[in-house]
């Protein structure tokens, strides 16, 4: 590994109150499906860095990866086995220096995938746990359990896995008895560690410093809400449909246990060892931004997704609503808010936004699906949604291919769906697919320039032509001119780091003012008059002064 000088640039530490993440725009790659640079069909590292040019010209702060690390992919790398190397399919750690060279070069931060609350049933500490017996050491770093009923043949509790059935599965022991069971949030082959266990937590600061020390900006952490469980596991009676990630339920054994903070605590702790402004992100699904905010106090992590944000409805008084409380309940704690609208885990914002039936998050959409968006609805709002985004004080999120206004894919083969939602809801629920499929570079070109090969892990639709990059890039009213443009001028005028102020309107309509800078979001039917000043971005064209439904203008003011 080289420093050079745009890494030490990168490296110092910035005034209190002043940190990088604290006002970024972090641009989410999914490895897999961003740019696949061998042509096997599946995005890579060298894919990222080949197109590193192309983050810088559309204007992002940092990139997060979603996991690249040595998985046998059962959930798409968030099924870990070594949490300090590459995986084949992915590349090389030298690849990862490379991308980590050429992100900090263009002055782009970096920052990685952790994935603390299970591992890989593959991985060599399961293993272990496996083949030694009930009570043993290497059984103590998950959590094992005897079942219940006169011979053990039933779960140790009664919770449910986050992707369908039960979240306990029984395995077989050396002298080939069925055996213990042993926990699951997720996929059988996702094994949940027991974070009460001194040698798990020394092992993930282990980590944590393995990638610090190549140079990592921060971490994305995985799952942060569910590594701490109720002491005595006990029955939990769910108040919600299967599938959710704890968002909408309080008082769930598995999620948001007190004593998990601790964990982070000390992961601050490693962070501040090292220069510069490392930052902690949480993937915590909460009932309230309140609740979210304890994991962003002080001494703990530095942010936390925006899920509130993410779940409201297209709505202006709900909107406002949660706006406030975010920027009220983060300040409360010294810490920004972020805001997202799309992950590789929920339906695509330029279809949530206008889907008409209810969808909770892992659902996803299939054929059956009821409720299915008209596309051109979804994508005006979603233009909209994003303009006033990215006007708000704070950290954005942004998921790979929003700025090119994708739609979730609703028609891939059932025979082509990967994600374990699907096979372990029988069909159920559609489950992610849809958001993940490799994304379009160039209209003509094989898989739209994936890749070389048009080879692609999952079906691309054939009406991306019209949505690749390369013919978006010569549109000026173009979204991804658009995701241009709106960054460019957040950025100019500092909006990140500015204060929101609401500007009284009608009802259905949004608008505020961050500086010397007006916005207007009309959620309402009818065309309202824009406000006075020179326009200088809109998700939508407006007529004759006036801003139609489902449209955003930002309007300079002083
Ligand atoms: C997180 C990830 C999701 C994954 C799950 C289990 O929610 O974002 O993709 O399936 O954790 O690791
Ligand atoms: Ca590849």
């Known amino acids: 590994m080289t420093t050079t000088a745009l890494d030490t640039a990168l490296a110092l530490p910035s005034a209190p109150g002043a940190e990088w993440w604290r006002s970024a725009v972090i641009y989410q790659i999914y490895p897999r499906s961003f740019a696949d640079a061998n042509g096997d069909g599946i995005g890579d590292l060298p894919g990222v860095t080949a197109h590193l040019d192309d983050l810088q010209r559309l204007g992002v702060d940092a990139v997060w990866l979603s996991p690249f690390m040595t998985s046998p992919q059962k959930d798409a790398g968030y099924d870990v086995t070594d949490y300090c190397d590459v995986d084949p399919i992915f590349g090389t750690l030298a690849d990862f220096d490379d991308l980590l060279a050429g992100a900090h070069e263009r002055g782009i931060r970096v920052i990685v995938d952790l994935v603390p609350n299970h591992s890989s049933d593959q991985h060599v500490w399961f293993q272990e746990a496996l083949a030694a017996a009930p009570g043993s050491a290497a059984r103590a770093r998950y959590l094992f359990r005897d079942g219940k009923g006169e011979h053990g043949e039933l779960p140790p509790n009664n919770w449910d896995s986050v992707f369908g059935g039960p979240a306990w599965t029984r395995v077989t022991e050396a002298d080939g008895r069925p055996g213990q069971w042993y926990l699951h949030l997720f996929d059988a082959s996702q094994p949940d560690f027991d974070w009460t266990n001194t040698e798990v937590r020394a092992e993930f600061r282990r980590v944590l410093r393995f990638w610090l020390d190549r140079g990592v900006d921060g971490f994305r952490v995985d799952v942060a809400h569910g590594l701490m469980k109720k002491a005595g596991l ?67 992590m530095n942010q936390a997704f925006n899920f509130a944000y993410l779940e409201t409805k297209w709505d202006a008084a709900a909107l406002r609503a949660v706006i406030d409380e975010s920027l009220t309940d983060y300040a409360a704690v010294g810490a920004p808010s972020t ?28 054929p059956n699906s009821p409720g ?10 979603a233009r909209a949604a994003t303009a006033m985004m990215l006007a708000l004080p704070g950290s954005a999120y942004l998921y790979q291919g929003e700025e090119l206004g994708l739609p979730e894919v609703i028609d ?21 697919d849809g958001c993940r499929v490799p994304i379009p570079w160039v209209a003509g070109a094989p898989a739209y320039g994936f890749n070389d090969s048009g080879a692609s892990w999952l079906p691309q639709p054939p009406e991306w032509a019209r949505l690749a990059r390369d013919s978006q890039a010569a549109d000026a009213a173009s979204t991804l001119s658009m995701y241009t443009t709106l960054l460019a001028e957040r950025r100019a005028r500092d909006l990140g780091e500015g204060t929101l102020e609401w500007i009284q309107t009608p009802a259905d309509v949004l608008a505020f003012r961050n500086g010397s800078l007006t916005v207007l979001a009309n959620l309402g039917a009818d065309p309202v008059p824009a406000p006075n000043g020179r326009v200088i971005a809109a998700s939508g064209a407006l007529v004759d002064g006036r801003v139609p439904t489902d449209t955003t203008v930002w309007v300079e003011t002083d």
């Open 234 to 300: 006990p029955d939990y009676v769910p108040d919600i449909d299967g599938g959710s990630m704890g968002g909408d339920a309080s008082d769930v054994p598995y999620w948001g246990q007190p004593e998990v903070h601790d964990v982070y605590r000390e992961w601050h702790r490693v962070l501040a060892e090292y220069d510069g402004d490392r930052a902690l992100c949480a993937e915590a699904w909460l009932p309230s931004v309140a609740q979210t905010a304890l994991w962003v106090r002080p001494d703990e």
């Open 339 to 366: 805001w997202v609208l799309s992950n590789h885990d929920v339906v695509r914002h330029a279809s949530r936004l206008a889907l008409t039936a209810d969808n909770p998050q892992g659902t996803g959409l299939g």
């Open 372 to 381: 299915k968006p008209i596309p051109e609805v979804g994508l005006r709002r």
């Open 412 to 432: 891939i083969p059932d025979a082509a769906r990967q994600d374990p939602t699907w096979f372990r809801t029988n069909g159920e629920r559609y489950g992610r």
